[in-house]
């Protein structure tokens, strides 16, 4: 992560008459969603520890191991870094669109659009809301109130602690980033339960820094325990809203990187160890792909089927990620060049689905904010599993689209 600065910061809370109202009092059964970060856990980690919250959660819904890093020799290629992996499952993206490369997040490219932009799109009055032990996942990756990132602002927001030396003297042992994720996961429970956002993120720190500190020991070990603690007060709180108000709460938990299999200390690379994440969930509405080492970037097009959130056509167009909530039609999808024609080919995900829509374009204007002119190149049957074609156009640059009657995606292929 970040250093740290030496000043304080107000911080920033947003609960009372200056907040817009939740809704939860007009519309029951209404869904909700809140995402969990746990930062820096490799799945072998949680699979070894007794983590009861995590377990009951898991009991509840589902468990799997999962990825970062993009492709990991392809055009895709992204660090498992911190900021990067936020980034990541927020926009559904890999690095090579999103743009953030490192924590420094110096140009995040916000023509591709994170959840909370999506949220906003579909309905203003949706609550939105962000609980950090680190600002800058509010400033500069959602990019609140920034032109370029739609000008959009969070209803509930409590963050920038890393910055109150008064309230938390920063000492060297960083037990510190433990007393202010204690304080984010009160602050978020208490939201939760009197305020029911309709989106929320919460993001906890300390699990890292003992991880940078002492890699795999005892004292990493203990962190991570603490923040399944921490995470059962988030729990309990939605299990009350759903007792009392029969709302539909997705909790959905991750972590961003795992860690050098050396000494569990670093990260960055492109290791198995280091690219091994995994999800915790409550729902009970997950996909075959949920069993199919899901991707970071499959999170933020599963909140969205959840929450019923109609993904803008390009946003949705530019997705990396399969939602593993909600039914879906094909996966895993791959592109390749061979001399002057591509192959593409699909894992199927659903057997009555007749045919595949392939489109391709020469162009990446959506990255500059323009659109891209995609040609078809012909409808397919969706049992072939592979498709081999030669473009009318030579190029060094594709993308490639692929459409079924339900979802997107689509692959670059490069010289």
Known sequence: MQSVSKISVVLVICFMAACKPTKQEQVLSKPKALFIIVDGIPADVIEKL??????EIATAGGYTRAYTGGLRDGYSKTPTISATGYNSLITGTWANKHNVWDNDIAEPNYNYWNIFRVAEANDANLTTAIFSTWLDNRTKLIGEGLTAAGSIKLDLKYDSLEYDTVRFPHKADRIYIQQIDEAVVTTAAKAVA???PDLTW???????????MHGDSP???DAIKAADAQIGKIWQAIKEREKNFKEDWLIVITTDHGRDVETGKHHGG????ERLTWITTNSKKLNSHFNETPAMVDIMPSIANHLNLAIPEPTKVELDGVPFIGAIDFSTLKASREAEEILIEWKLENPALDSLEVYITTTNNFSTGSADQYQKVKTIAASELSFRFK????SGFYKVLVKSPTQYLNVWVGE
Not at 270 to 273: I, L, V
């Open 194 to 196: 009197d305020h029911a």
């Open 202 to 212: 919460v993001y906890l720190e300390f699990t890292d820094d003992m991880g940078h």
């Open 50 to 55: 007794e983590l009861p919250v995590l377990n």
């Open 219 to 221: 004292q990493y070990y």
């Open 270 to 273: 492109q290791s198995d160890r």
């Open 391 to 394: 473009p009318a156009v030579k």
